[in-house]
């Protein structure tokens, strides 16, 4: 079992909040990845980070920031939240090692959003 | 732009019989092939990932087909199992890159009859 976590695992929230989804692992590793998905669907990256100080926006655009002060921690901030903004997001982290030099991907649970 | 598309988005399967998920990719660039199952209320689990430069790779039950030329490759899970009923996930990576960046394909619901 992957030592990624993600809190909280379901957050229900009316428009115009700031909200911060906490992501937090203890492997040490240092790339570290938000993904979006809706339910039964892909996964879109949005925001990725090599290492502390380090964060660039995924492939899908997305309204929320990220940062990355400490190795082990990566959250996701929305400053205003919307309802097109209901989904799950999902963390995950990588030494960045491994087969062609891609490391395994460990996901966390991840958070359920609704944004009413 | 969908650089990975994934076939079929559901399948059903009867206990003891073979799953096949397919999925084909555009950018040859790709050097790493990673297969991804998910459960519900949990994040995807790697369970089986290859580079190009193999046509095949089994663990167990679970094998991957390579198709460079075609640019396809495919999950076969063999003797299928109610516990294998999840979503899978192909994903689709440029090792040379350094990003780790997964580029992920539509998901495939397997449900296996028991």
């Known amino acids: 079992e992957a030592d990624i976590y993600q809190t909280p695992r379901y957050l229900v929230i009316g428009t115009g909040k700031k909200i911060t989804l906490e992501c937090s692992q203890t492997m040490g590793h240092d790339k570290m990845y938000w993904y979006q998905q809706d339910p039964g669907m892909e996964l879109h990256l949005i925001h990725y980070s090599y290492g502390v100080n380090s964060t660039e926006k995924g492939d899908l655009s997305s309204e929320s920031t990220v940062s990355r002060i400490r190795t082990e921690h990566f959250p996701l901030t929305l400053e205003s939240a919307r309802p097109s903004h209901t989904s799950q997001y999902l963390c995950?982290?990588?030494?960045?090692?491994?087969?062609?030099?891609?490391?395994?991907?460990?996901f966390g649970p991840g958070t359920r959003l609704t944004v009413l | 732009q969908q650089q990975v598309k994934q076939s079929p988005q559901s399948l059903i399967v009867q206990k003891g019989g073979i799953s096949i998920i397919n999925c084909a990719y555009e950018n040859t660039a790709f050097d790493y092939f990673p297969w991804y199952q998910q459960f519900p209320g949990k994040g995807p689990a790697l369970l089986i990932a290859i580079r190009p430069d193999v046509s095949e790779k089994k663990e167990g039950r679970f094998t991957i087909s390579f198709n460079k030329s075609a640019k396809q490759f495919s999950l076969h899970i063999m003797d299928s199992q109610p516990g294998d009923s999840a979503t899978y996930f192909c994903a689709a990576s440029k090792g040379s890159s350094n990003t780790g960046k997964l580029i992920f394909g539509q998901g495939t619901t397997l449900q296996v009859k028991p």
């Open positions: 995950a982290s990588s030494t960045g090692f491994g087969l062609a030099g891609v490391g395994e991907q460990f």
